[in-house]
C-alpha cells in the first residue's frame, strides 16, 4: 500500500516532469541518487585503456562520477533532461566549406541551458519548499548519459550517444543533483539491433566495438581537445571538420525523428555557416571574435581554429 510520503513523491515527480515542458525541455526523467554501480568497470576499463587520450580531467574525482552523493550532499534524486539543438535543415555550411558540429552553431549551449536549469530550481523550490541541490550541464563530473538512461529518456547507443526513441540524439544532457525524494523512472529497451550504420561510417573508427568509443581516435576529441599537433596519420581521415563532428548521429536512422529546436539562442549564425576553408585558415583575431562570441567555439580559442584549417587545407579534404 502507497504511503504518504510515496503519494507526495510521484505527485512532485509529475509536477516536475510537467513544468519541465514549460520550460522548453523535450524529455525529463527520474532516477534515485545512488551509486552507478554497472558504469564502475566501464569507466575504470576505458580509462586503463587511455581512451580519454589527453581529458587528463575524465580520471579525475573517480568516485564522484559514480555517486551523486558525493557531489551534492544529500541528494536523493537526480532529475536528468533533454534539451533539443538540432538545426533548421534550411541551413546548411556553404557548400564545399570545412564542417562545423551543428551542436556549435548558435549560442553557447553551457549559457543557454544553465540559464534554464537555474530557473527550474527556483520553480521547484517555490512551490515544494525548502529543496536543496545543484544544476549540472557537461560541467562536472556526473556521467549524464548513464543517468539519463536510468531514468529512461533513451538508450545508450552502439557510438556511445544517448538515443530517444521519439527524437533521437541530437540533445544536449542537463541534470538536477536535489535532496527531495522523487518517484523515480526505469531504463527504455535497446533499439539499435543490428545495425551497424555508426560504426562503418566513422572516418577514424574511433567506435572499437558496439557501445565503446575510443576518445582518443575521435574527430570531435582532434578538433576540439587535442592540445598537440595532430599526427600526420590522422589528417587524411578528418573528413573536413573544423570543430566537432556529426558524422556517427547523422547516419543514426534514429534521427529521422529529429525536430526542429525552438530556442532562439540556437539559430545558426549566418557568418559562421559561409565563411569558406580560405576563410577560416587565414582567419583574423577580429573575426574569430565576431564568430565565436557567445559559442562554442570559443573553447578551441582562435590559434587551434587556424590550426585545424591549415591541416585541412594542407590535405586537400577541406573543401574551398
Same mark, same amino acid.
Given at each position: *500500500? ?31 541518487? +545512488?551509486?552507478?554501480? !554497472?558504469?564502475?568497470?566501464?569507466? =575504470? ?9 589527453? *581529458?587528463?580531467?575524465? &580520471?579525475?574525482?573517480? #568516485? *564522484?562520477?559514480? #555517486? ?39 549560442? #553557447?549551449?553551457? !549559457? ?61 544532457? &542537463? =541534470? ?23 560504426? #562503418?561510417?566513422?572516418?577514424?573508427? &574511433? ?30 581521415? *578528418? ?10 548521429? +547523422? ?33 583574423? =583575431? ?35
Amino acid at each position: *500500500m502507497a504511503t504518504s510520503t510515496d503519494l507526495k513523491a510521484a505527485e512532485h515527480a509529475r509536477w516536475i516532469k510537467n513544468k519541465a515542458l514549460e520550460l522548453g525541455f523535450s524529455f525529463c526523467g527520474i532516477s534515485r541518487a +545512488d551509486f552507478l554501480e !554497472d558504469e564502475a568497470p566501464r569507466l =575504470e576499463a576505458w580509462l586503463k585503456n587511455g581512451m580519454h587520450g589527453e *581529458m587528463a580531467y575524465m &580520471a579525475n574525482h573517480f #568516485d *564522484m562520477r559514480l #555517486d551523486p552523493r558525493l557531489l551534492v550532499p544529500g541528494a536523493k534524486s537526480v532529475i536528468s533532461l533533454l534539451f533539443n539543438y538540432y538545426p533548421d535543415t534550411a541551413y546548411a555550411l556553404a557548400n564545399g566549406a570545412l564542417k562545423v558540429s551543428k551542436y556549435a552553431w548558435g549560442e #553557447d549551449y553551457h !549559457d543557454v541551458v544553465k540559464d534554464r536549469l537555474k530557473q527550474f530550481l527556483h520553480e521547484i523550490q517555490a512551490n515544494v519548499g525548502e529543496v536543496d541541490g545543484r544544476a549540472f550541464v557537461d560541467s562536472a563530473p556526473v556521467l549524464d548519459k548513464a543517468w539519463a538512461k536510468r531514468s529512461g529518456l533513451g538508450w545508450v547507443g552502439k557510438n556511445a550517444n544517448l538515443i530517444n526513441k521519439k527524437q533521437g540524439s541530437f540533445f544536449f544532457i &542537463a =541534470e538536477l543533483i536535489i535532496d527531495l525524494e522523487l518517484e523515480p523512472d526505469g531504463p527504455v529497451t535497446d533499439h539499435c539491433g543490428t545495425c551497424r550504420a555508426c560504426i #562503418d561510417a566513422c572516418p577514424t573508427e &574511433a567506435i572499437v566495438e558496439p557501445y565503446v568509443v575510443d576518445g582518443s581516435k575521435c574527430i570531435s576529441y582532434f578538433t576540439i581537445e587535442l592540445k598537440k599537433e595532430l599526427p600526420a596519420e590522422w589528417v587524411s581521415k *578528418m573528413d573536413g571538420w573544423l570543430f566537432g563532428c556529426d558524422v556517427c548521429q +547523422d547516419v543514426c536512422p534514429w534521427n529521422r525523428f529529429s525536430v526542429v529546436n525552438s530556442e532562439p539562442r540556437f539559430t545558426p549564425r549566418e557568418q559562421l555557416l559561409n565563411m569558406s576553408t580560405g576563410e577560416w585558415r587565414d582567419l583574423t =583575431e577580429d573575426v574569430f571574435q565576431q564568430v565565436a562570441k557567445r559559442s562554442p567555439l570559443k573553447r578551441k580559442g582562435f590559434e587551434g581554429l587556424r590550426r585545424n584549417a591549415a591541416l585541412l587545407s594542407m590535405d586537400g579534404n577541406g573543401g574551398k
